[in-house]
Every structure is written in C-alpha cells, then in structure tokens.
Nanobody
Framework: VLLQASGGGLVQTGDSLRLSCAGS????????AGWFRQAPGKEREFVAA????????NVADAVKGRFTISRDNAKNTVYLQMNSLKPEDTAVYYC????????????????WGQGTLVTVSS
C-alpha cells in the first residue's frame, strides 16, 4: 500500500485545515488507518485512527473535540479535519496504514505516507 498525504500549509491560530491521505491498491479498505505527527525535536505521536469501515475512531486527548478522522473507501482516502488550530499543532503530519484493527502505537503501522507540514502561526 502506497500512501500520499496532502493538504498541509501555513495557517493562523483558530483556522481549519483538512488533510488527505490517498492510498493505492485494492487492499486499502482492508486496513485500519491513522494519523500521526512529529514536531521538531520531538517523537512521533498519535493523533487519530479509524477502523476499516470508518465506523469507529479514536482521537488523542490533545486534539479531541477539534480534530476528526474519516475515510472514503470508494476513493481510497483517509481525511483529518483539523479545526481551531493552535501553534502547538505545528508538525509534520503522517498518515499510516497496515493493521487490521486500529491502534495508537507507531509500531502497529506498516505503511507510511511521506508527511505533510502544518504550520500554525500565533
């Protein structure tokens, strides 16, 4: 599975962005998917995950109520809607896939996109 993330950019505090992650291959819907982020000098951290059908999600406490993960298996795409962005959300955001059951650990995921940079100015 090849993953291509897009949608990052420079925004101001309080703005919204929607990230997209396009997956290749007919097996995309066979896997759970997740979003992670990595800020400069910090470890990669879990943001959100979604199960294979899109009917169940898990969101990190740091972004709960502001970020929403969703997927459209007909388009082989996973989305991350980010609202009320804060400067501390600044990071490179990575989409990932691979497990059959969603999880929040980096090690669960076999396939990774290249990352898209989100910068939130104060």
């Amino acid at each position: 599975v090849l993953l291509q993330a897009s949608g990052g950019g420079l925004v101001q505090t309080g703005d919204s962005l929607r990230l997209s992650c396009a997956g290749s291959g007919r097996t995309f819907s066979a896997y759970a998917a997740g979003w992670f982020r990595q800020a400069p000098g910090k470890e990669r951290e879990f943001v959100a995950a979604i199960n294979r059908s899109g009917g169940s999600t898990n969101v990190a406490d740091a972004v709960k109520g502001r970020f929403t993960i969703s997927r459209d298996n007909a388009k082989n795409t996973v989305y991350l809607q980010m609202n009320s962005l804060k400067p501390e959300d600044t990071a490179v955001y990575y989409c990932a896939s691979g497990p059959t059951i969603y999880c929040s650990a980096v090690g669960c995921y076999e396939y990774w996109g290249q990352g898209t940079l989100v910068t939130v100015s104060s």
